[in-house]
């Protein structure tokens, strides 16, 4: 796990940047990403009496992948459900942090709330943002979760790293829907990611023959980044997937049945999504 601070303010650079997004409409059918746009910029209207952002960075970098050849799910979904692992984890940072110095309020985030996570890890120091949107750091790729402690005390502040995409366009030129519009930029409403997780309707027909056999999320944009030639495997055993999964054939998710799913996906992110979405995506990829 690594650990940047920043200071709780208004977050300038992003305001513009959210505001374009949202009126472009490429939130999709995310229509929470419109809600509490202010709260969204500025801790301090979130947590009453926040003064530091402490962001963390959890690796989820699997040791084994899926096989060949067989309908595909992102990384981060193979193990338990992230929220649940990182926000033990943060609380016990919070106890580490009262026991160090005493009584410290503040509230933890773990992608549930309107909080730009990746805005406030680069802020941290922790990494800059990639073409693709994604937080990046030199060491390790961008296989990450990242989470946030938002407290009332004033702590030591770091920096944020210079971008180091230099001409590389890998993320924007692998993409099959052209999801990526311009560097730093992703329409989120033409996201395997989104499509396959966020909407709930029937997937347009437009997107037929661009999936690449992903099933649920997609990792194309991360896989053909250099920097994530760097990527190790996590060490967090909760976050290793369920025995079936990474053996399963496109006939075995063909064949899906409901049982099967609450078993291998019981307390995975994959829950998110429904069975009937899971059956939604299969159909759409035959």
Not at 142 to 160: K, M
Not at 166 to 190: H, M, Q
Not at 212 to 219: E, L, Q, R
Request: glycine content about 6%.
């Amino acid at each position: 796990m690594s650990c940047g601070i920043s200071k709780a303010d208004f977050l300038e650079e992003e305001a513009p940047r959210l505001e374009r997004w949202l009126n472009k409409n490429m939130n999709g059918e995310m229509g929470y990403m419109a809600n509490h746009f202010d709260k969204r910029l500025d801790p301090r209207l979130l947590v009453e009496g926040s003064k530091s952002v402490i962001s963390v960075l959890l690796n989820y970098y699997p040791k084994e992948t899926q096989i060949a050849d067989t309908f595909k799910i992102s990384k981060y979904a193979y193990g338990q459900d992230y929220h649940h692992v990182i926000k033990t984890k943060l609380r016990k940072l919070q106890e580490y942090i009262t026991d160090e110095i005493g009584e410290v309020n503040g509230r933890a985030f773990v992608d549930s709330a309107p909080v730009l996570d990746k805005a406030w890890a680069a802020k941290s120091g922790l990494g800059w943002i990639g073409k693709h949107s994604n937080l990046l750091t030199q060491k390790a790729g961008s296989f990450y979760f990242i989470a946030e402690l938002i407290v009332d005390i004033e702590l030591e502040y770091d920096t944020p790293v210079t971008d180091h995409c230099g001409t590389c366009t890998a993320c924007i030129d692998a993409c099959p829907t052209e999801a990526i519009v311009d560097p730093y930029v992703v329409d989120g409403s033409k996201c395997i990611s989104y499509v396959t997780i966020e909407l709930k309707n029937e997937i347009p027909n437009e997107f037929h023959g661009q999936f690449d056999d992903w099933a649920f999320g997609c990792d194309i944009c991360q896989d053909v980044c250099p920097w994530n030639k760097f990527s190790k495997p996590h060490s967090e055993p909760l976050f290793n997937p369920h025995p079936e999964l990474l053996s399963m054939s496109k006939k075995d998710w063909e064949d899906i049945t409901e049982e099967v799913f609450m078993k291998v996906f019981q307390k995975s992110a994959v829950k998110r999504t429904k069975f009937s979405g899971l059956q939604r995506n299969i159909k759409f990829l035959k």
